[in-house]
Nanobody, 126 residues
Framework: EVKLVESGGGLVQAGGSLRLSCATS????????IGWFRQAPGKEREGVSL????????LYAESLEGRFTISSDNAKNTVYLYMSSLTPEYSAVYYC???????????????????WGQGTQITVSS
């Protein structure tokens, strides 16, 4: 059974930083692309960043590149998202998503995610 468990969310002041973790299990880490997606109230879920350890590739939403960094630890089957210079506009529930299909199509579209974590709330105060 594929399992994704996010952690690291919380309340942070504007200008601050956070690191999210997505602990995975139930699949071969290198066979999947794993990404971070976010959903703010009243908005659609959107892709933030994607990583494929098997291909040594990363992908970022254009507006976030340089501010967010995705990384992974194969030994721990865990993906991280480091976020810096946060503003209130980044408040959302952040989800970890994974799929073999994502690795092939290499897109930040949430439509291709086959497995989701439960999400972790990030609130950035002004």
């Amino acid at each position: 059974e594929v399992k994704l468990v996010e952690s690291g969310g919380g309340l942070v002041q504007a200008g601050g930083s956070l690191r999210l973790s997505c602990a995975t299990s139930g699949f071969t880490f290198d066979d999947y692309a794993i990404g971070w997606f976010r959903q703010a109230p009243g908005k659609e879920r959107e892709g933030v960043s994607l990583i494929s350890e098997g291909d040594s590739n990363t992908l970022y939403a254009e507006s976030l590149e340089g501010r967010f960094t995705i990384s992974s630890d194969n030994a721990k089957n865990t993906v991280y998202l480091y976020m810096s210079s946060l503003t209130p506009e980044y408040s959302a529930v952040y989800y970890c998503g994974a799929a073999q299909l994502l690795r092939r199509v290499w897109t930040l579209s949430a439509d291709y995610v086959q497995n989701w974590g439960q999400g972790t709330q990030i609130t950035v105060s002004s």
